[in-house]
């Protein structure tokens, strides 16, 4: 998922569907430079945006500005969350050798021979 700007605001996009929105933008870029007045789309983007002129394009680069670091900050979360999934998983498999060793052992001892000896 992914936040993407849209006319008429933000939308949480499913990351298959970014193929589909790169096309959907492509046909919207004939609303003209953000921040230069009302667009064709018919709804203005507040009294400032609407004024157009270096206030309504300032405006429009604090918003954009806005949206590529929540973006960041985003991918930051994510990656920190899949680094802690990975070391989770990683001290998951070292529990779960450390039982099966456990276990190999029992059998040896109870079967009095070492059939599951480990291999350098």
């Known amino acids: 998922m992914a936040l993407v700007r849209v006319a008429g605001g933000v939308r949480l996009w499913s990351t298959k569907n970014l193929g589909t929105l790169s096309r ?4 919207s870029t004939g609303m003209g430079e953000y921040g230069s ?14 004024a157009g002129g270096a206030f309504g394009q ?3 680069a604090r918003e954009e500005q ?8 985003q991918l930051k979360s994510l990656k920190e969350h899949h680094d802690s999934e990975i070391q ?4 998951a498999i070292q529990r779960h050798q ?3 060793d456990r276990h190999k052992q029992r059998v040896d001892d109870i079967t009095g021979h070492h059939r599951y000896e ?3």
């Open 24 to 27: 959907v933008c492509s046909y």
């Open 37 to 50: 007045g009302v667009g064709k789309g018919g709804g203005g983007g507040g009294s400032i945006r609407e």
């Open 58 to 60: 300032m405006e429009a």
């Open 66 to 73: 806005y949206f590529r670091e929540l973006q960041e900050q």
């Open 88 to 91: 989770y998983h990683e001290h």
């Open 98 to 100: 450390r039982a099966i």
């Open 118 to 120: 480990k291999s350098s």
